[in-house]
């Protein structure tokens, strides 16, 4: 809750941070900028600190490598569900060495005092990096890796390569989340039946097609973020709130966000 000498602005910070971010190449967001040289200034600044979190970690990974840390992942974190990073002596070693490793990061960055800009910024990279470092990230490591290697004949190291040569080929250059050519508007996601009422040179405004007798009067326009296309709202029959709306009667209408272009600068 924000206290009452919290300022609207700052209120807003992290979303109008978040929004601008976005619009950079994900490779920009990660390289070095001033905030680094805010977070470093301020961590030299607290010796004592970084040389407690130093010593905390020796200690802990001490502990660990002899098998005393009773180090173990939240229970929402799903990475590490597999049996074999409790049961493996190697495994579990390694994951509770990673964890430390995540909590000495984000300790560091707390120690910094940073504003709130940079803390958002260095937020964005510690987060980014403690997940790419993970153990379950490694193919070498990560047990469900080794199963399908086996389970395939060593087909999904093949079909890696092929995806990773792939990625690396096309921009931005990054390993891709998801199939490119998975989904298809209109096929696949946004299914729900209607049509283009209004183009402008920024957005499209979408009325749907009634799927009742009776409507209501009032019209419901949805707006979706602006670094999100529609539908996010209309992923598939039985999933999208659109098709919800409209089957109890309401009139809905959605923006569809055109993409930047150098003209709307």
Partial sequence: MATPTTK?????????????????????????NAAWARFAANLAKQPGAVAGRT??????????????????????DKRFSDPAWQHNPLLHRIM?????????????????????????RMQFVV?????????????????LGWKALIDTGG???VRGA??????MLSKPRVPAMVEPDAFAVGETVAVTKGAVVLQTSVFELIQYTPQTTKVRSIPLIM??????????????????MIEYFVQ???QVFTISWRNPQARHR
């Fill in 8 to 32: 609207p602005d700052e209120l807003a910070a992290p979303l109008d941070l978040l929004l601008t971010s976005a619009t950079r190449p994900f490779v920009r967001r990660m390289m070095p």
């Fill in 55 to 76: 010593g905390t970690l020796t200690r802990e990974l001490g502990s660990i490598a002899a098998g005393k840390s009773h180090r173990a992942p939240a229970r929402a």
């Fill in 96 to 120: 509770q060495a990673y964890l430390a490793g995540a909590e000495g990061a984000e300790g560091l960055l707390a120690d910094a005092h940073l504003d709130w800009r940079d803390n958002e």
């Fill in 127 to 143: 987060d980014n990096v403690v997940e790419g470092l993970a153990p379950t990230n490694n193919p070498l490591i990560s047990p």
């Fill in 155 to 157: 087909l999904s190291a």
């Fill in 162 to 167: 092929r995806a990773l040569a792939r990625d």
């Fill in 223 to 240: 707006v979706p973020p602006v670094i999100n296309k529609f539908y996010i709202m209309d992923i598939a029959p039985g999933r999208s």
């Fill in 248 to 250: 109890q009667g309401q």
